[in-house]
T-cell receptor
Framework: GQQLNQSPQSMFIQEGEDVSMNCTSS?????WLWYKQDPGEGPVLLIA?????ELTSNGRLTAQFGITRKDSFLNISASIPSDVGIYFC????????????????FGQGTILTVHP | DGGITQSPKYLFRKEGQNVTLSCEQN?????MYWYRQDPGQGLRLIYY???????QKGDIAEGYSVSREKKESFPLTVTSAQKNPTAFYLC?????????????FGPGTRLTVL
């Protein structure tokens, strides 16, 4: 199946620094989702984006739906130790008929390590 | 509390044995999904179901089987035909028939085949 290109693969930062990661695709998506996964747990939904150009915040997290509909960005400001984990982007494409059918394509994840 | 439960959390099986992973949700979601996660990789879709008594293969369905007899339940069987079954398995659910198909995940089952 198609994969999303998520970068960077890993990040090592100091507490208090800002973080930025992104996902790109050769296909157009109508929904972008960002998840965080703690070790040994299921992913938790952080932010959902539905419109090209949309910018949405959730506390220190901000995500944007790229204007071309082929990319998305997640920023974390003033990182703290509990931000540690794997961050995944996921996109949903429209079916040929123009209706959503629920399947998500996931990026390979960005592993975030925050040093106190 | 509403949510998705998966059991057991850890599962050990001998090579050649079939094993069934449980997934239950009380979110009244129509659609349910099974993913496999291997170290350093994203989530890969095994099977999904948008309605009771119907399901479709995902990207890596070989060696797996599912059933959807109830809206709340979507068990996954890992058969002996799956060549490399040791992995972390995640179940998810969502509403269907809507553009806002956010998927919510269970806590996962780590399967180790010895």
């Amino acid at each position: 199946g198609q994969q999303l290109n998520q970068s960077p693969q890993s990040m090592f930062i100091q507490e208090g620094e800002d973080v930025s990661m992104n996902c790109t695709s050769s296909s157009i998506f109508n929904t972008w989702l960002w998840y965080k996964q703690d070790p040994g747990e299921g992913p938790v939904l952080l932010i959902a984006l539905y419109k090209a150009g949309e910018l949405t915040s959730n506390g220190r997290l901000t995500a944007q739906f790229g204007i071309t509909r082929k990319d998305s960005f997640l920023n974390i400001s003033a990182s703290i130790p509990s931000d540690v984990g794997i961050y995944f982007c996921a996109g949903q494409r429209e079916s040929a008929g123009g209706t959503s059918y629920g399947k998500l394509t996931f990026g390979q994840g960005t592993i975030l390590t925050v040093h106190p | 509390d509403g949510g998705i439960t998966q059991s057991p959390k850890y599962l050990f099986r001998k090579e050649g044995q079939n094993v069934t992973l449980s997934c239950e949700q009380n979110l009244n979601h129509d659609a349910m999904y099974w993913y496999r996660q291997d170290p350093g990789q994203g989530l890969r879709l095994i099977y999904y179901s948008q309605i009771v008594n119907d399901f479709q293969k995902g990207d890596i369905a070989e060696g797996y089987s599912v059933s959807r007899e109830k809206k709340e339940s979507f068990p996954l069987t890992v058969t002996s035909a799956q060549k490399n079954p040791t992995a972390f398995y995640l179940c998810a659910s969502s509403f269907s028939g809507s553009p806002y198909n956010e998927q919510f995940f269970g806590p996962g089952t780590r399967l180790t085949v010895l």
